[in-house]
């Protein structure tokens, strides 16, 4: 990692410095080599956990940051089809939020049952956008489960 | 995976992927590439992706692969494929998120000896002029009604808000509308996201370079682009923006759904496609078609904005600021074209994902003045390396489906690229080498570094030596501006 990045401090900075002992938590995501677009890791123990850090790892490849400016809040609900779908479409509604209102989101309460996904998100203005992610894709994408959860590799065309 | 004894040798700049290698393949995968990009290609997973491609139904002929190949998503990038009209699949996921992403090149009389003490304040007024930036607005707010026009007139409706010549329409590709669009079948959402972004370039890979004209090498095509040794010249690469993502989105979403309809299997959900005479596939060809129109005005505003940032720098120290239009092409599209296949001329769809359209001599889409040369090519590099212009052949419509590459092609990973290259220090490098930088972002400059890309003088020759292109400039940076 070079010093230049190191100022980027970005939402789910901390996940950035894990290196050895990263596959022992719980939770968490990393960034994978892609050639021309940006591709995440991503595991934890149950669908809305995957969700957020699946958020946390999007906003952080994006070098997103909060502005010092008063929380806000955003709810919506989201038709629950199938995992992949469910994943591309809670985190295109996210990449909406931040250019229409230029808002993104650090605190996530999801609540999922059988046929829809309840979100309440709590964030803040974000403060001089670095970089575009253009869409989420369903390139190889397939939720799997794993002994201690899910997993999942994002690709998102940048 | 694939290893180089999968495939067979045709020529030095031809290889082939039997249609055996894969018992759902419909057709073999031909892969214009030299065996030196071919061992550099087969780094990443773009051949995989290629074959991949190659099990959509409806295909005819072959899937092609251009040199400057690279893993993307679903499609490699460099990727063509022909779908059988009407009853052939579209694919979402082939054309890309950034429909009608493509590139514009403006000729210049301006000398760069002339201009060259102010080239530093041209990056600067080019920056100014033309809004850059992530998810940025421009200088035009367009109210739904007219958002619905100009999706359907395209660059027609830049020419009714004097925002383009004649000349212009008549050198973009299609005359910059393609027709049978419809705003109908396009969301709301996109809709909103399209409004404030006419005439904006974007971030990411999108750029606008002034060049230098350092080399013709044929010199009647050159004459008749205005294109003249050691003149200046502009390249304008931009796509839909937000508008087109969300359409290719909310298509690669509902088509989900159609895949099951159809019974079409696929290995690859970003695959996921419908055939064009079903009331899914119209609905996507209409809205892509808006969003096809709504790049082509993107690319004219702001060449309009920029030919303003060139009369305020330089109209009072050239005799001639103007900048004319060469050409404009896109390079992720989805055309129904006519092809000579296995003898026979046949309507299909083409898919060009990072590919350009590249139509030879004497073909009746081209503007009557280039009907002689050929299609006009234009291939960017990467910001420190040259571009080359370059012209379709009778060859590329017989082997090519009339395609050719779009650009040097990624090489290397953009985590990578982040890790090894400090935008700050590779501004500096680039400035140094007296290319004059404006980035709005130095982490996003780092990912975009020439070092990240193929060497463009090897593909461009790749496509030379398959005989899919011929050269006629090649142009060098001078000023670059980044979003």
């Given at each position: 990692m070079n010093s230049y990045y190191r100022r980027e401090a970005a939402i789910g900075q901390e996940n950035l410095v894990y290196t050895g002992d990263m596959d022992s938590r719980e939770a968490g995501f990393r960034e994978l080599e892609h050639t021309a677009d940006w591709e995440l890791y991503v595991w934890a123990p149950d669908l809305p956990a995957l969700l957020e850090q699946a958020a946390r790892g999007m906003y952080q490849l994006s070098h997103t940051r909060l502005a010092d400016a008063p929380r806000l809040v955003r709810e919506f609900e989201l038709p629950f089809t199938d995992r992949e779908s469910l994943l591309v479409d809670f985190l295109s509604e996210l990449l909406f939020y931040g250019e229409e209102e230029n808002l993104a989101f650090d605190e996530y309460q999801l609540d999922l049952d059988e046929s829809s996904l309840r979100v309440r998100i709590v964030g803040a203005p974000i403060e001089d956008p670095a970089k575009e992610i253009k869409a989420v894709t369903y390139h190889r994408l397939a939720v799997r489960e794993t002994g201690r959860g899910l997993e999942v590799q994002i690709v998102f065309d940048v | 995976m694939i290893t180089i004894s999968d495939l067979k040798k045709i020529s030095d700049f031809e290889w082939e992927i039997p249609k055996t290698f894969r018992e759902d393949m419909r057709v073999p995968v031909r892969v214009f590439v030299t065996e030196d990009l071919l061992k550099e290609a087969m780094r990443d997973k773009s051949l995989e992706q290629a074959v991949n491609a190659a099990t959509l139904p409806g295909l005819v002929g072959h899937v092609l692969v251009m040199p400057d190949m690279h893993q993307g998503y679903g499609f490699p990038i460099g990727g063509v494929a022909a779908t059988r009209y009407p009853e052939g699949v579209i694919s979402p996921g082939g054309i890309g998120y950034d429909i009608n992403c493509g590139v514009r090149l403006l000729g210049s009389q301006i000398s760069y000896e002339e201009a060259n003490p102010y080239l530093d304040d041209l990056a600067t007024a080019l920056d100014k002029h033309c809004p850059s930036g992530v998810g940025k607005g421009g200088h035009l707010q367009v109210s739904e009604k007219e958002l619905d026009r100009?999706?359907?007139?395209?660059?027609?409706?830049?020419?009714?808000?004097?925002?383009?010549?004649?000349?212009?329409?008549?050198?973009?590709?299609?005359?910059?509308?393609?027709?049978?669009?419809?705003?109908?079948?396009?969301?709301?959402?996109?809709?909103?996201?399209?409004?404030?972004?006419?005439?904006?370039?974007?971030?990411?890979?999108?750029?606008?370079e002034v060049d230098l004209i350092e080399e013709v090498y044929d010199s009647h095509a050159a004459q008749v682009m205005g294109l003249?040794?050691?003149?200046?010249?502009?390249?304008?690469?931009?796509?839909?923006?937000?508008?087109?993502?969300?359409?290719?989105?909310?298509?690669?979403?509902?088509?989900?759904?159609?895949?099951?309809?159809?019974?079409?299997?696929?290995?690859?959900?970003?695959?996921?496609?419908?055939?064009?005479?079903?009331?899914?596939?119209?609905?996507?060809?209409?809205?892509?078609r808006c969003a096809a129109n709504y790049a082509f005005v993107n690319r004219q505003v702001l060449a309009h904005w920029a030919r303003e940032a060139f009369e305020?720098?330089?109209?009072?120290?050239?005799?001639?600021?103007?900048?004319?239009?060469?050409?404009?092409?896109?390079?992720?599209?989805?055309?129904?074209?006519?092809?000579?296949?296995?003898?026979?001329?046949?309507?299909?769809?083409?898919?060009?994902?990072?590919?350009?359209?590249?139509?030879?001599?004497?073909?009746?889409?081209?503007?009557?003045?280039?009907?002689?040369?050929?299609?006009?090519?234009?291939?960017?590099?990467?910001?420190?390396?040259?571009?080359?212009?370059?012209?379709?052949?009778?060859?590329?419509?017989?082997?090519?489906?009339?395609?050719?590459?779009?650009?040097?092609?990624?090489?290397?990973?953009?985590?990578?690229?982040?890790?090894?290259?400090?935008?700050?220090?590779?501004?500096?490098?680039?400035?140094?080498?007296?290319?004059?930088?404006?980035?709005?972002?130095?982490?996003?400059?780092?990912?975009?570094?020439?070092?990240?890309?193929?060497?463009?003088?090897?593909?461009?020759?790749?496509?030379?030596?398959?005989?899919?292109?011929r050269k006629v400039a090649r142009l060098t940076p001078v000023a670059v501006v980044k979003g």
């Open positions: - | 100009l999706c359907v007139e395209g660059s027609p409706w830049a020419l009714r808000k004097g925002h383009a010549t004649q000349q212009d329409i008549r050198r973009t590709e299609e005359g910059g509308q393609i027709k049978g669009a419809d705003p109908g079948k396009v969301s709301e959402r996109a809709k909103k996201r399209g409004r404030p972004q006419i005439g904006t370039l974007g971030a990411g890979n999108h750029f606008i003249e040794e050691g003149c200046l010249a502009l390249q304008i690469h931009c796509g839909s923006r937000g508008f087109g993502h969300q359409i290719c989105s909310d298509y690669v979403g509902t088509f989900q759904g159609a895949v099951k309809r159809y019974g079409i299997e696929l290995p690859d959900r970003e695959l996921v496609c419908a055939p064009m005479d079903s009331p899914e596939g119209e609905a996507y060809l209409a809205a892509m305020e720098v330089l109209g009072k120290h050239v005799i001639n600021a103007h900048l004319h239009q060469v050409y404009d092409i896109a390079h992720n599209m989805g055309k129904i074209e006519s092809h000579e296949i296995e003898g026979r001329l046949m309507k299909v769809c083409v898919h060009r994902k990072g590919a350009t359209r590249a139509f030879g001599p004497g073909n009746e889409d081209l503007p009557e003045e280039y009907r002689a040369i050929g299609q006009p090519v234009l291939v960017p590099g990467s910001m420190g390396t040259a571009s080359w212009v370059l012209v379709g052949t009778q060859e590329s419509m017989l082997r090519s489906f009339g395609s050719t590459c779009h650009g040097a092609g990624r090489t290397m990973s953009r985590s990578k690229a982040k890790k090894e290259i400090w935008g700050e220090d590779l501004r500096k490098e680039l400035e140094g080498e007296g290319i004059h930088i404006r980035a709005g972002s130095m982490a996003g400059l780092s990912e975009e570094a020439p070092a990240a890309y193929k060497d463009v003088d090897a593909v461009v020759n790749t496509v030379s030596g398959a005989g899919i292109a």
